[in-house]
């Protein structure tokens, strides 16, 4: 796949990936509400909204909100898939994002977002990278 750069031009402050065309049996219906919750909790710049469905005890938010006027843009995923380590399920979605700046610069990154499920076997967010 071609990822398109995110210039001033084109940034939008919002989350604007097309889940539908990436829906699979793992990719579903609740971790797609899950993932997408917490990049909206990114764009509101809500962190209780952000860790609703992270690991208790997490601390990824200084990933987001360490820069207090920032905005953010999440556009496209690159990685999706479903593996097995250690004899236990995580789900790997990797999501493109552009971080527009207070001095209104643009940078485009990527990000890794991993689930694991816990104890009471719900799939939740067990780290960020």
């Given amino acids: ?15 604007f990936i097309d889940f539908e065309r990436y829906k699979k049996d793992f990719f ?6 899950k993932f997408k919750g917490n990049l909206d909790g990114i764009v509101e ?3 209780k909204k952000f860790k609703v469905h992270l690991y208790e005890g997490s ?4 990933l987001f909100f360490d820069e207090e006027n920032a905005q953010f843009m ?5 990685l999706l898939e ?3 380590i250690d004899g236990r399920e995580q789900i790997r979605i990797g ?5 527009k700046h207070e001095d209104r610069s643009i940078e485009n990154k990527a990000i890794t977002y991993f689930f694991t499920k816990n104890k009471e076997g719900h799939w939740l967010i067990e780290n960020i990278d």
């Fill in 28 to 33: 579903n219906d609740d971790i797609i509400s």
């Fill in 59 to 62: 601390q990824k938010e200084s």
């Fill in 45 to 47: 710049n809500d962190k």
């Fill in 95 to 99: 999501v493109r994002y552009a971080k």
């Fill in 1 to 15: 796949m071609e990822f398109k750069e995110i210039g001033a031009e084109d940034f939008k402050k919002g989350v």
């Fill in 74 to 78: 999440f556009n496209d995923l690159d």
């Fill in 82 to 84: 479903k593996i097995t």
